[in-house]
């Protein structure tokens, strides 16, 4: 049962928390201003030379090689002219660098970005460099990006095309003939070559408007299937009612474990307290008899029992914690030099009992 105690006990005091390496932040553009620690996770808080915000989330010591690698990210999201945030978040467990990008405003061909990543953009520093797996929001589809930064302009085009933006198709510079021909001068001022030559143009933009309307059939109906496979995937990644009613029976079962769980552990707490109580008064109790054999052996003359006052004792003990070597002698010398009252056989009796030295 001691043992089972003094576990508990050595888990409650003992905590570990990451040492961060001495590093020195200017360095890397940063400046240090505080940081706090939660579930052994330790998060630094920066700002960089334009007072953005730095955030740096590790449950491990960190070293200037870190650093420079977080100082780099932060430099290539600065240069993009696309971008501009105020906020950057990394998080580092092992070799793994992942980076949360929240950007204040993110316009790129008029369109901004923002809105379809409510969450932020994520982000994953790999030996190919910056790479990126997560979903967008587009009213009710949730599009997959993922691939490799080179760039911020292919990154851009790469969000745009998974969103499905496209270009808005130009109306042919031909398109105006039509109009032309309705603001030429009447037929009484035009010949007849002239009426058939505007003729043939009219048929032939006409025949132009129906292939590109053909065309740009094509390309609905291309996108109808590019939507229904986009939709498809989802529906295939949406759990069916009997995986939801799982889950919900395994969380219900995990809430009841950690009820039971907190049970224990208040249960645990309360058997530590009652031993801490329980050593308590056993120490009470045992300088109790050391008190009462010393003045039961600490008789006079006639028989007249003598007490060492509390003091005394307690000064005897401050020295030996300070020189275990200290002797009978050497104790009795120094309580006549400040003046104790006290004899040597009481010094004696005293090593004897707290010390168990005779001599």
């Avoid at 932060?74 to 980076?99: A, H, M, P, V």
């Avoid at 950690?258 to 309360?270: A, R, T, V, W």
Wanted: glycine share 4%; hydrophobic share 40%; proline share 3%.
């Amino acid at each position: 049962m001691k043992k089972k105690i003094l576990a508990i006990i050595f888990l409650i005091i003992i905590g570990v928390s990451p040492i961060m390496a001495s590093v020195d932040f200017a360095t890397y553009g940063l400046t240090y201003k505080n940081k706090e620690i939660e579930n052994d996770v330790t998060v630094m808080y920066f700002l960089d030379k334009d007072a953005r915000r730095i955030s740096v989330s590790s449950n491990q010591s960190l070293d200037a090689q870190d650093f420079e690698k977080i100082s780099s990210i932060n430099k290539t999201f600065s240069s993009w002219k696309y971008l501009e945030y105020t906020s950057l978040s990394f998080f580092i467990d092992g070799e793994r660098i992942q980076i949360l990008l929240k950007p204040d405003s993110f316009v790129y061909e008029s369109i901004n970005l923002v809105p379809y990543a409510p969450a932020g953009f994520f982000f994953t520093q790999t030996p190919s460099g910056l790479a990126y797996n997560f979903r967008l929001t587009s009213g009710a589809s949730f599009p997959k990006l993922k691939g490799i930064v080179n760039d911020e302009e292919s990154f851009c085009k790469e969000v745009l095309a998974v969103l499905g933006f496209s270009q808005v198709p130009k109306v042919p510079s031909e398109a105006n003939s039509f109009t032309a021909a309705q603001e030429s001068p009447s037929a009484s001022d035009t010949t007849m070559s002239d009426f058939e030559g505007n003729n043939v143009q009219i048929m032939e933009l006409i025949k132009k408007l129906q292939e590109e309307g053909s065309q740009n059939n094509d390309a609905f109906e291309l996108f109808k299937d590019k939507v229904s496979d986009r939709i498809g995937s989802i529906e295939e990644n949406v759990p069916t009612r009997q995986e939801i009613v799982d889950l919900e029976n395994k969380n219900a079962k995990l809430a009841g474990e950690l009820e039971d769980s907190l049970i224990q552990q208040k249960d645990l707490i309360k058997e530590v307290l009652e031993l801490q109580q329980s050593l308590k008064s056993l120490s009470e109790e045992v300088e109790t008899l050391r008190k009462a054999m010393i003045t039961l052996h600490d008789k006079g003359l006639f028989g007249s029992v003598n007490i060492v006052d509390s003091e005394t004792i307690s000064r005897i003990l401050k020295m030996k914690d300070k020189d275990p070597k200290l002797t009978i002698e050497e104790a009795y010398s120094t309580l006549a030099k400040e003046k104790y009252s006290v004899t040597e056989y009481e010094v004696m009796l005293i090593f004897s009992v707290y010390f168990n030295e005779f001599k």
